[in-house]
């Protein structure tokens, strides 16, 4: 290095549970999945990843999970290099796939015994954990039967059991949720909310329900294209929106709506989107008459409007210009 001309010194690592850096992949073909990925999620906390189908999510746990190798930046967990720390890092994580993955020939207790078995856990321990946890996830009673026979909330229970035999310190689940009702999906946040708080438990989660993320996450990222586009608070990113906020749909040119509403003094954020635009606005009562005749005074032929309080559903169509299920297939 030039003594006169030093190189710039990268930013201090934190002592964040799981962080990282400018982390990317892409494709044979060119196909990038993810593109330069700046995360960082404090220890003891819940973040929720979100974004539309194709959006890179579940190659970003992938790489977090060493399952995938990057093919630029870096990535850490609990300090350790996903990529040269490996196996360390496998040691001190849980993780739970989109897919159920079990073997349906084993009974409930061996597939977390044998887990912990490949763990290294002797056989004192893994009894106890299967013990714990089964009492924990309510499958105690089913622990005798094949997995075969379980329902699919009984599955997903028992996948986050097994994920949790090892003590993780960070936990990735990917859709955890994904096709069970309302009662299964309640029962497994609250595992999960009662792990958090007796323990110093981190848990990145990805969901396509909103509802679960804007309750439960300490912090929200959002996806779209491989890239993270807005991070912070469900709180922070709803209140950003304004009081309530019209979407309105139709066609016409767009670009002549932009000056109809720029200097508004209702007005508190107007994005366009395909096939129409949302204010965020003081009160939607009020002001929708205005906002449909400003629009129409624009030459814009309105098809469809409709109303929303602000939610973490209008933060994400805000920034992606689609509703959580619009998305590109996985």
Known sequence: MNPMNPTPASPPRTKAAIEARSLAKTYPGGVEAVASLDLVVPRGSIYALLGPN??????????????????SG????????VVEDAASVRR??????QETVLDDALTGRQVLEFHGRLYGQSLRERRR?????????????AA???????????????????????????LFLDEPTLGLDPQGRTRIWDY?????????????????????????????????????VVEGSPDDL?????????????????????PRFADVEYVESFTRVDGGFLIGVDSASRRLTDVIARAADAGFSIEDVSVAKPNLGAVFFQHTGRSLREGAPA
């Not at 954990?129 to 009673?141: F, K, P, S, Y």
């Not at 039967?145 to 960070?170: D, F, I, N, Q, W």
């Not at 438990?201 to 912090?219: K, P």
């Open 92 to 97: 001190s994580i849980g993780v739970t796939f």
């Open 192 to 228: 999960v909310s009662t792990l958090r708080r007796t323990s110093d438990l981190t848990v990145l989660v990805t969901t396509h329900y909103l509802d679960e993320a804007q309750q439960l996450a300490d912090c929200v990222g959002i996806m779209d294209a491989g890239r993270l």
């Open 144 to 170: 005798p039967r094949k997995a075969k026979v379980y329902s699919g909330g009984m599955k997903r229970r028992l996948e986050l059991a097994r994920a949790l035999m090892t003590v993780p310190s960070v």
């Open 129 to 141: 954990r299967a013990d714990e946890l089964l009492e924990l996830t309510e499958l105690t009673e």
């Open 74 to 81: 870096q990535a850490w967990i609990n300090g350790l290099n």
């Open 54 to 71: 194709g959006a890179g999510k579940t190659t970003a746990v992938s790489m977090l999970t060493t399952l995938t190798t990057p093919t």
């Open 238 to 258: 709803i209140d950003a929106l304004g009081s309530d906020t019209i979407r309105v749909r139709g066609q016409g040119v767009e670009e002549a709506i932009d």
